[in-house]
Every structure is written in C-alpha cells, then in structure tokens.
C-alpha cells in the first residue's frame, strides 16, 4: 500500500477577491521508503503540494491519505497528533525556536510524544552525534551557522522515527557547497532510519538527490520520472 | 509546565516591549501600593484620632435606650453594676483601659458674658492634653481630648476644674486662673449652679467651641448623679472589638466606635472606593498596552506558531503559552512594582514618614502598604495579563500552520 496517496487534488486560493489555483488536479502515490522531489519554479505548487502531503494545508477539493488516514476527516487536534507521529519538518529557514537550545529544539517532539526524559536524552544525544553537533547541545541555534541550523533541523525532524519526512526547500538558505552537504546528510540519514523523504526545489542539482522527480508547472505535474 | 517554561524564556526574550510593558505597569503599581498604604494610614490615624478623641473602642451602658436619648440626660440610665462590668472588662485581653464618664449640657457665666456649652467628665488620669508643640505621641489608655494652649490637665485631686475650649473661652472672655459660674437643670427643673475655675484652655478643631472638661467626681457631685450611667473602653486595636462585646454580660446595651465614628466609616468607604477605581484605571491602561504588545508579538512570531503546529503543537497548546506570557508579564510587572512601592514606602518612613500639621503640632503618617495591598494589586495583574494575551492568542491559531509558515 501506497504511504502517500493523492487523489485529484485541487488547491485555490483566494487573493483580494480573485481566485488563484495553485495545484490543479494532481495525483501521485509515493511508496513507503521513496526518496521523492518535488521540482520546479518559483509558483509552481510544489511547496503548496508538499504543505498538503504534510497536512499542514488542506486542499480545496480532492483526497489525501497519509498512511492509510484521510486526511480530510482528521479534527484540528487529531492532524496534530498525526503528524507529530507520523511526520518529520524540515524548513528552508530552519525554523529552530529561538528560546530553545540546540538539544532542547531535537526534543520538543518527543515532549509532545510524553516520553520518558531518559528516552528523550538518549535519542536526542544519538542524533546530535549522528549530525556531528555532538558538543553543540547547550548552545542557542542563534550561535550556529546555517548548515549547522539545518543539521539541527534535521534531527528534530528524525528524532521521533517518522515514516514521512517534509522538506521545503531545505537547501535555499544554504550556500551550494554546505547545501550538497546537507543534502547528503539528509538522504543517508533517511535511508538509515528507512523513512519516506519529500522534499520540494526548484534547484537541479538538490534534485539529483531523490530517487523520483515530480516536475510541476502552473499546479499542474508535467513529468514523474524515476532515477536510476 | 512546557508552555510555562517556553513562555517565561519568551518575555525575557522580547526585551523591549516587555520593559515597555512592565514600566507601566511597575509604575501604576508602586504609586498605587505607596498611596494605598499612605491612605490606609492615613485613615486609620483619623480613626484612631476619632477612637481616642472620645469616641472610645467600646462605650457599654447599663440600661438600653441610653445611647438613643440619655447621654445628657443620665439620670433615667443609672448603671448599677458598673464596678463590676469595669472590673470584668479590665480583665479582658487588649484592654487597656476601662472608665465612667458622664456629661451635662450648661450654661457658663462670666462677668457680663455667657454661653451654653457640653461638659464631659472622665477620671484626670484617662484625659490627655497634648503639649502646643512637637510631634503628636498621643497614650493609648486615655482620651487625647486637645491641645494645651495654657494653664494645666485636670490632676488627680483636682476639683471644680474647668479645661475650656478655646473659643469658648474668647466667647467668655476668660483666662487660666478665672472662675466661671455653670448652671445646669436637674431632674424636676431644679436649677444648680456651682464656680468653677479655669485651669486650662485647649484647642481641638470643631470641639473648642462647644465642651469643656471637668473630672468625673466633680460631674456626678455637680449633677448628683450616683451612679455612672456608661463606661468607656479603651482597647489596644480595633481588631480586639469583636472578642470584648462577645465578653459582655448579657442584658447591657453598648455601642462600637464604628456605630459613633460614622464620617470615618463613609470617607473610609469612599477612599476605598477611590483606590478600587485608580486601580481600575492602570490596569484598563496596561490592558491596553499589554494587548497591543502581545498582539506585535503575535504577528512577529507567526512562522513560530506554524512551525510548532507542524510539529504537533495543539491550537489549545498555542493558545495557552500566548495567555501565559501575557499573565507572567502581568505577574512580573506586579511583583517588581509591588517591590518597588514597599522599597518607596521604607524609604520615605526612613525620612520621618509624611508630615503635616493640625495646629501647631506635627502629625507624622507613616507610609504602610498592607500584605492585602500585595494581594488586591498582584493578582488582577496576573488576570489582566492573561486576558490582555487571550485575544491575540487566537490570532496566533486562526491560520493554518501553512499560512504561518509563509508570513515573511
């Protein structure tokens, strides 16, 4: 079974009275463990779509089921749940939460999880080391360099073992070098821990990364083709 | 405690509109605690000005009906059982002191001139007159019925001793050492008149024209009367009131100092009110201020809000760390201006407390803000803080986290 299904889903937005669509009539199936790009240019949808996959945006019209849940029926409160279960967030500007320190930030999905602090010191100090942010823990994400941000992100976004991990131009505040970096980072860390990756650019280069490219143009999808 | 703790690092970390926020209210707050305790004493001065000037914690007279219609007319309102009563009530806890008193109303004569005037006698020992200059340190077991201008306090032994008021004494054109001629009219219209000498002018305002002091033996002889007809009392706080009229033995009829001091109840009432309505009033203000300061905080943080729903957060859970920041800003603004107005408060009591003059004597009024004065100012803060946060916390969740996310 598919983890991600998307069923003729169709995003408009309305902007001072006139209706924008920003993904029209797409459908995709993502299979568990695919390491999936969405690509394309500036107001393409791919951002709009991932945001729909990762249900932190609903469509207009259409169906989405995220590991067998339609996400359409999902409460407010019980998509929040879902994907603090089920997903993982990775963000073009990092998005740490600034009042938190580097460990702090790795473990708030787990405290909204109610695990043991034994747990969560033990998973958190697992994935700082994997990252190579070992001795970085106490410091605030303020003192840290963009890559050094985006490995932090990066292991929140892995720190409770999601099948789905989300990235939105995770690569684009990020010079070219430390943004191939991070992107190697990325995939290796997805595949050790066997989840599903979706990450949407509009960089070639970032997309050589995904084992599939869904080209998207205008809302529409243009192309979906598998790499070797 | 995960949203309490984000939410505290979150004040400390919006410097600036936090100080914008806690100065008004540190501010508001510290003037209020200084006048609040300034006014509380101020007040309870005045009452135990009224308390002391006469009025007495506690009047106790052996026959109802006494204090409707037989302060001047003693006669009917024998109180027989008085010694023993005075005995009892001595015995009391807080009770400092237990007298009779009695009074007439009179006519005073000297030379060509005259006037009535109220006598009011009380054994020497529990009348006070205060020296003309100096601060005011008035006994707490005697009446403080004036200020001195001249000649002497009645003295134990003294008989026939007159301590005039001041006007009066103008009216009459006497001076310490003159005799006066008092008459008054016994039961059955019987007319007695007896001299007196002046053996001391005072000053008290609103009283110096109307009473004069005699002793209490010379009073009873005067108008013979037998027995007293009420008994003071003298207790070390009003806080005692309550506890003593529950000692009372039953079938007597008294009054508190509050059925007597009743300008003082109403002002009091009407100060509190005053200070309910000023503190209204600095809160609406840093409501407002609050609201308005949370409300920036909330559009800033628009990207934190979506990033924390994507992870999971509930909109609840958003809501919640919005309205505790709000409440910790209101429980920080009152705890430091509460701080600050019992530090303002220490200082000025340090300087002498604040002055003013009632004749020519110095009245000092310490400033003292009560514990309740932490309670009444620091938990509305607390309350304000919250409710001024509540609405842009909904701000904070109305969007989806996807529109969050992509406010710049």
Request: charged content about 20%; overall charge positive.
């Amino acid at each position: 079974m598919a983890l991600i299904k998307v069923k003729n889903v169709h995003k408009v937005y309305t902007l001072e009275k006139a209706e924008i669509t920003a993904v029209q009539d797409v459908s995709l199936e993502i299979q568990s463990g695919e390491r999936v790009c969405l690509m394309g240019p500036s107001g393409s949808g791919k951002s709009t779509l991932l945001n729909i996959i990762g249900c932190v945006d609903q469509a207009s019209k259409g169906d989405i089921f995220i590991d067998g849940e339609d996400a359409n029926k999902l409460s407010d409160a019980r998509l929040s749940d879902f994907r603090n279960r089920t997903m993982g967030f990775i963000f073009q500007n990092f998005n740490l939460i600034p009042v938190l320190s580097v460990f702090e930030n790795i473990e708030y999905p787990l405290l909204l999880q109610h695990v043991s602090s034994k747990e969560r010191k033990k998973r958190v100090t697992d994935l700082l080391d994997k990252v190579g942010l070992a001795d970085y823990g106490k410091r605030s994400p303020e003192k840290l360099s963009g890559g050094q941000r985006q490995r932090v992100a990066i292991a929140r976004a892995l720190v409770t073992n999601p099948k789905l991990v989300i990235a939105d131009e995770p690569t684009a505040s990020l010079d070219h070098a430390t943004g191939k970096i991070i992107m190697g980072l990325m995939v290796e860390m997805n595949r050790s821990a066997g989840s599903t990756l979706v990450f949407a650019t509009h960089d070639p280069t970032v997309a050589e990364f995904a084992g599939r490219v869904v080209s998207m143009i205008d809302g529409q999808v243009i192309e979906d083709r598998s790499r070797s | 405690m995960r949203n309490l703790l984000l939410a505290f690092r979150n004040v400390l970390r919006h410097k600036r509109k936090t100080l914008a926020v806690l100065l008004a209210l540190i501010v508001g707050l510290a003037g209020m605690v200084v006048f609040q305790g300034f006014l509380t004493e101020m007040t309870h001065a005045w009452r135990d000005q009224s308390i002391l000037g006469g009025v007495g914690h506690l009047q106790v007279a052996g026959k109802s009906g006494y204090f409707e219609d037989g302060e001047f007319n003693p006669y009917d309102y024998p109180f027989l059982q008085s010694s023993q009563v005075a005995a009892q009530l001595a015995r009391e806890p807080g009770v400092m002191a237990v007298f009779p008193s009695t009074g007439f109303v009179a006519m005073a004569g000297y030379g060509e001139e005259s006037t009535s005037l109220l006598i009011k006698a009380y054994p020497p020992e529990r009348m006070f007159f205060a020296p003309n200059k100096g601060v005011l340190k008035a006994p707490s077991d005697r009446f403080s019925l004036g200020t001195l201008q001249a000649g002497n306090a009645i003295r134990p032994g003294d008989r026939n001793v007159l301590v005039l008021g001041q006007t009066l004494a103008r009216v009459l054109k006497v001076g310490v050492g003159d005799t006066v001629t008092l008459m008054a009219i016994l039961p059955g219209g019987q007319l007695t008149g007896r001299d007196f000498v002046i053996g001391g002018i005072f000053t008290s305002p609103q009283q110096d024209n109307l009473f004069g002091y005699t002793d209490y033996d010379t009073a009873l002889d005067f108008t013979q009367i037998t027995q007293p007809p009420v008994l003071d009392v003298l207790l070390d706080g009003v806080g005692r009131v309550s506890s003593v009229v529950a000692s009372l033995p039953a079938g007597l009829s008294f009054r508190t100092w509050k059925d007597l001091a009743t300008t003082y109840v109403q002002v009091n009432s009407l100060m509190t009110n005053f200070l309910t309505v000023i503190r209204r009033v600095i809160l609406i203000v840093t409501l407002l201020i609050l609201a308005n300061v949370m409300n920036r905080v909330v559009v800033e943080r628009m990207r934190e809000w979506g990033t924390l729903r994507a992870m999971g957060t509930k909109k609840r859970d958003i809501l919640a760390l919005v309205v505790w920041e709000g409440s910790l800003m209101g429980a920080l603004g009152g705890v430091l201006g509460i701080a600050l107005g019992f530090g303002i408060a220490a200082v000025i009591n340090l300087r002498g407390g604040l002055q003013y003059h009632q004749a020519e004597q110095i009245i000092q009024i310490l400033v003292r803000p009560g514990l309740n004065s932490m309670l009444v100012n620091i938990i509305p803060a607390i309350l304000v803080g919250g409710a001024a946060a509540f609405f842009p916390g909904l701000r904070a969740i109305r969007l989806s986290p996807a529109e969050c996310l992509r406010v710049e």
